[in-house]
């Protein structure tokens, strides 16, 4: 199998369009990735990155624009590409009436791996993912965590340079997907390339690069550092209080109600408020004030380093100023 790239580019999208009749899932998208670079393409539910994902695996026929993935053209080779990567959708792509141990062989003929390595690359498959001993336990009987694990081993089994996750951790326990997280620096550090996509903002941290996409368009892109730097206007407070949601409504009706107030946004981020103000303003005598005159009294407050959530929340809203601000209630996405 020929899984050569032909330049430093494992990826390379130009003016990617993707139309559904007079629906514009992905709008002119450009970007390129590196060879063995953890790629992350964020966004929130229905910003286009399924579709894009899809497009790239040759799944989906795009509609105008250019595109090579692993030097293959996603118009003209599409079947060459599904032959030379891995895909790992959110649904894991398993077959829910076959074994753990019949999973791994079906995939393995949809790869047609030799017979003389099959074996191996079953036994691989069965000690990443921690199951040899349920080898022939229906698939149907595992949990979440388990099958995310699996879908991965059938995904790879061909062992491909470039991986296209799409939502790989949608619906798995917390300690499941730091686990899973493991697993993907380790293929990267073998010199995978890994393309993948999450509405999990934390995620988004452990990428070498992301693209920020809203509506099918990218709003920014860099790695998580340059992202926080470049697109982060404004100081980000976060406020802790046991009354949140009168905090959250007296704060909102100030910035509504005196204009010079250095508070540009207030936003529900878990158990806490993040506020964002004018850069180098200190509210740490002001906001006590605002909240004292009704009776509230801050736990803590403090000016924090914004989360890659802060910046694309205020790269969307910047996007979108007849958008009302100070409305959203984040941080669990």
């Known amino acids: ?53 899809r497009m790239l695996c ?3 026929t795009p509609t105008s624009g250019k595109g090579k993935v692993g030097g293959s053209d996603i118009f003209k080779d599409s079947e060459k590409i599904k032959q030379n990567i891995g895909y790992m959708s959110q649904k894991f792509s398993l077959y829910e009436d076959l074994t753990v141990e019949e999973n791994i062989d079906f995939y393995a003929g949809i790869y047609c791996i030799p017979g003389a390595i099959k074996k191996e690359r079953k036994e691989w498959a069965l000690h990443m993912a921690g199951l040899e001993d349920r080898r022939a336990s229906l698939t149907s009987t595992l949990a979440g965590g388990w099958k995310q694990r699996l879908a991965l081993g059938c995904a790879i089994l061909h062992e491909p340079s470039i991986l296209f996750l799409d939502e790989p951790t949608s619906g798995v326990d917390p300690l499941s997907r730091r686990r899973f997280w493991d697993l993907i620096y380790e293929m990267a550090g073998k010199g995978v390339t890994v ?15 992301l693209a920020l996409i809203d509506q099918g368009r990218i709003v920014a892109l860099g790695t998580p550092a340059e992202l926080k ?15 949140l949601d009168d905090s959250l409504i007296l704060l909102q009706e100030k910035i509504g109600a005196i204009p010079e107030l250095p508070i540009r946004e207030v936003a529900v981020f878990g158990n806490t408020l993040h506020i964002l103000a004018k850069k180098g303003e200190d509210l740490s005598f002001l906001i ?6 009704h009776g509230i009294t801050p736990k ?22 007849g958008n009302p601000i100070g409305t959203a209630r984040r941080g669990n996405s």
């Open 1 to 53: 199998m020929d899984c050569a790239i032909e330049s430093g580019w494992a990826v390379e999208i130009e003016e990617l369009v993707k139309a559904f009749g007079s629906f514009t899932a992905v709008d002119h998208i450009s970007l390129k990735v590196k060879r063995g670079e953890i790629f992350g393409f964020l966004g929130p539910n229905g910003a286009g990155k399924s579709t894009t994902i």
């Open 58 to 60: 040759g799944i989906l």
């Open 195 to 209: 393309f993948v996509t999450t509405h999990y903002m934390d995620e988004a941290e452990y990428c070498d690069r």
């Open 229 to 243: 730097i470049q697109y982060m206007p404004e100081d980000v407070w976060e406020l802790e209080t046991d009354q």
């Open 288 to 293: 006590p004030s605002l909240l004292a005159g």
């Open 300 to 321: 803590r407050l403090e000016k924090i380093e914004p989360s890659l959530e802060d910046v694309f929340v205020s790269l969307v809203e910047a996007k979108s100023p």
